[in-house]
């Protein structure tokens, strides 16, 4: 697993689409809205949750969308059995009924709920650069699974274990960390593939699917390199598909709206490189630019827009630092010397 966002985020008066799929922010809403007062009584088993779903939408989509609201907001990441490697396989009521599970018992009970609701679903098992993977580490067996669903006639990928947050060490110990969010609800396979790669080359849903060997050499990217603009998914496999040893600079998941409409591409920058930065954000109050800790200057703001228009790089750390509206002060950005 990984750090994912802490909740779902939206910028105002637009639509997300993906493919054929088109879903509104206020869709969402409402269908969580109704997901959270399904009674509690009706959320110990498959059967009961079936017609609960059942009757907030008729739409695969909406149902589609409210089994992952309830899966990404109830179930927890069995982080004991992930530590003493004792995975048992639960069935989809056992995994409703204690509220835990690791990556089979996410997916198992998101089949089942999509299957009692009409939906065609599978289970996807493959290799993925989850918690406590580091660049460069060859995954040598499979070590997750995730969905596909069929909506309106075409398949789509989702991960509800990583849509439901993260696992961190605190004290010794490794804990979950609720963080319900839509990172990967409906994934552009050109994008969910830096991360997850299926035994089964057709559960890719890539036109000429990737070798192990590529996914290997792959970064492991977030997706809000590009839900931000930073980078287009197309463009981007095209270089890696060309042997490019490419490497974008470290972009941190602040768990906000961003829009990345001008920054450098590349983690290294040369002394030809002029720092021109365009970020959009109505949840940033300042943003900063540093070079070893020293700050170089503040972008400067109009409505939620920040810019930066400054000399050349010289050498040293560059980093955007991000001064948020809840208080906090974060790495937004990150370029090596």
């Given at each position: 697993m990984?750090?994912?966002?802490?909740?779902?985020?939206?910028?105002?008066?637009?639509?997300?689409?993906?493919?054929?799929?088109?879903?509104?922010?206020?869709?969402?809403?409402?269908?969580?809205?109704?997901?959270?007062?399904?009674p509690?009584?009706a959320?110990?088993?498959?059967?009961?949750?079936?017609?609960?779903?059942n009757?907030?939408?008729?739409?695969?989509?909406?149902?589609t969308?409210?089994?992952?609201?309830?899966?990404?907001?109830?179930?927890?990441?069995?982080?004991?059995?992930f530590?003493?490697n004792?995975?048992?396989?639960q069935?989809?009521?056992?995994?409703i009924?204690?509220k835990?599970?690791?990556?089979?018992?996410?997916?198992?009970?998101?089949?089942?709920?999509?299957?009692?609701?009409?939906?065609?679903?599978?289970?996807?098992?493959?290799?993925?650069?989850?918690?406590?993977?580091?660049?460069?580490?060859?995954?040598?067996?499979?070590?997750?699974v995730?969905n596909k669903?069929?909506?309106?006639?075409?398949?789509?990928?989702?991960?509800?274990?990583?849509?439901?947050?993260?696992?961190?060490?605190?004290?010794?110990?490794?804990?979950?960390?609720?963080?319900p969010?839509?990172?990967?609800?409906?994934l552009d396979?050109?994008?969910?593939?830096?991360?997850?790669?299926?035994?089964?080359?057709?559960?890719?849903?890539?036109?000429?699917?990737?070798?192990?060997?590529?996914?290997?050499?792959?970064?492991?990217?977030?997706?809000?390199?590009?839900?931000?603009?930073?980078?287009?998914?197309?463009?981007?496999?095209?270089?890696?598909k060309?042997?490019s040893?490419?490497l974008?600079?470290?972009?941190?998941?602040?768990?906000?709206?961003?829009?990345?409409?001008?920054?450098?591409?590349?983690i290294?920058?040369?002394?030809?490189?002029?720092?021109?930065?365009?970020?959009?954000?109505?949840?940033i109050?300042?943003?900063?630019?540093?070079?070893?800790?020293?700050?170089?200057?503040?972008?400067?703001?109009?409505?939620?827009?920040?810019?930066?228009?400054?000399a050349p790089?010289?050498?040293?750390?560059?980093?955007?630092?991000?001064?948020?509206?809840?208080?906090?002060?974060?790495?937004?950005?990150?370029?090596?010397?």
């Open positions: 990984r750090t994912l966002v802490l909740s779902i985020v939206f910028f105002s008066s637009i639509s997300y689409g993906f493919s054929q799929l088109i879903y509104t922010e206020s869709e969402i809403q409402k269908t969580a809205l109704l997901v959270k007062n399904i509690k009584a959320q110990h088993n498959t059967a009961s949750l079936v017609i609960e779903i009757k907030i939408g008729k739409t695969e989509l909406i149902k969308i409210a089994i992952y609201e309830w899966i990404t907001h109830n179930i927890s990441y069995d982080t004991k059995a530590v003493k004792d995975i048992k396989q069935s989809a009521d056992e995994v009924k204690s835990t599970a690791v990556c089979s018992g996410y997916a198992t009970v998101f089949k089942e709920l999509a299957t009692g609701l009409g939906l065609e679903c599978e289970l996807i098992e493959g290799y993925a650069k989850g918690y406590g993977f580091e660049t460069g580490t060859i995954i040598e067996e499979p070590n997750h995730w669903v069929k909506i309106d006639g075409m398949w789509y990928l989702i991960d509800a274990t990583w849509g439901a947050g993260s696992v961190s060490e605190a004290s010794g110990k490794l804990i979950f960390i609720s963080a969010n839509l990172d990967w609800f409906i396979p050109l994008v969910s593939i830096y991360s997850h790669f299926p035994v089964e080359s057709k559960n890719q849903l890539i036109e000429t699917p990737l070798t192990k060997v590529l996914f290997d050499k792959l970064p492991n990217l977030d997706p809000i390199y590009f839900s931000s603009g930073f980078l287009n998914s197309t463009e981007t496999m095209a270089v890696y060309k042997n040893t490419f974008p600079p470290k972009l941190y998941n602040l768990n906000i709206p961003l829009k990345i409409n001008e920054a450098p591409k590349t290294k920058l040369s002394k030809k490189d002029s720092l021109h930065f365009e970020i959009q954000s109505s949840e109050k300042k943003l900063y630019l540093t070079i070893d800790d020293v700050v170089l200057g503040e972008l400067k703001k109009n409505g939620d827009v920040f810019t930066y228009h400054g790089y010289k050498s040293g750390l560059l980093e955007i630092i991000a001064d948020l509206q809840v208080e906090e002060r974060l790495v937004l950005l990150e370029y090596n010397p």
